[in-house]
């Protein structure tokens, strides 16, 4: 465990041992701790994609933590045992991509480090825009710096709590990107929603996001049928109810961790019926084309919802 910026930790997990090796992952992925209080909370990888060795993530103290983030830095310390899952990427590198800009919001520079990491493998051009309140709440920025000098990265750092400070003109940005770019954005809800509206205009499959808080509450209406065509059950969706708990309460086991819609465990294909969509983690297409759902926070539009589970 390391100190990185003002509320900010890097915690490293190594294998038990050779009988326990790490899964391979990708740039931009995740993986989900299993905390001893019993929650599951996603953070990202920022290591090498290559590093076959450890899994690296940066934790946030969020001030209004309730449990995870607040576990992390209060209780874990280096010796400790934890349980994993992953790792899972719905924030993939386009590696083909001719240019990215990246642009990041506090903790939200975690999945773009790997992601930087590996254009300077690959020798492909890439700028950051990060933005943070104060420089002493700037995590990774030595390391950012770093990485721009060994490879073809421009770094654009945004302090707007320091005297003279600015923020990020997220439509300039958007503007001024090549044709031919992908543009990449993590942070705060704020950040993200204007980062969409700047980019309303360009290819979807060009933009990319990665939600750390959800943008939509639960739908908990209920008054439908779930029929679950793999284990043959059908669970009535309650007012007051997600589908998970639905499905839980009547011995459906489905993975779950954030239950927030951001991480993506929980997703479902879709086999029947017209999902209504609450999660941070589909894209616009995907959500159109309604073939598959996060069941911790999405709810029915239709009577009935037939899923492959």
């Not at 450890?54 to 995870?68: D, E, K, N, T």
């Not at 642009?103 to 939200?108: C, L, P, V």
């Not at 979807?204 to 043959?232: D, I």
């Not at 879709?270 to 073939?291: F, I, N």
Request: charged share 20%.
């Amino acid at each position: 465990m390391r100190y990185e910026a003002q509320g900010v930790i890097s915690v490293e997990l190594a294998p038990l041992g050779p009988d326990a090796p790490l899964a391979p992952f990708t740039a931009g992925a995740h993986i989900d701790l299993h905390l001893p209080n019993g929650l599951i909370r996603s953070y990202s990888l920022l290591n090498h994609q290559g590093d076959a060795s450890r899994y690296l993530i940066g934790v946030h103290l969020h001030p209004a933590s309730r449990g995870g983030s607040g576990h992390v830095h209060a209780a874990m310390r280096p010796g400790d045992v934890i349980t994993i899952a992953g790792p899972r990427n719905h924030f993939e590198l386009a590696e083909d991509a001719q240019h990215c800009v990246f642009i990041a919001g506090g903790i939200g520079i975690t999945p773009l480090l790997s992601m930087m990491r590996r254009l300077n493998e690959l020798q492909r051009p890439w700028e950051l825009h990060y933005a943070a309140r104060t420089r002493a709440q700037a995590a990774f920025l030595d390391e950012v710096r770093e990485l721009s000098a060994q490879g073809r990265g421009q770094v654009t750092i945004a302090l707007d709590g320091e005297p003279g400070g600015t923020s990020l003109d997220l439509a300039q940005i958007a503007s001024r990107a090549p044709a031919h770019a992908h543009l990449y954005c993590c942070g705060p809800v704020g950040m993200l929603e204007a980062f969409e509206a700047a980019t309303a205009g360009l290819p979807p499959a060009h933009v990319h996001t990665e939600y750390f808080a959800p943008r939509h509450k639960p739908q908990t209406s209920g008054g439908f049928e779930v029929r679950c065509a793999r284990s043959a059950k059908s669970v009535q969706v309650r007012a007051g109810q997600t589908i998970l708990h639905a499905l839980l309460d009547e011995g459906v086991q489905v993975p779950y961790a954030c239950e927030e819609g951001i991480c993506g465990t929980c997703e479902v294909p879709v086999l029947q019926g017209s999902p209504d969509h609450r999660d941070s983690v589909l894209t616009q297409q995907e959500k159109d084309a309604g073939k598959t759902m996060m069941v911790c926070c999405s709810g029915a539009k239709s009577e009935v919802l037939v899923l492959d589970i």
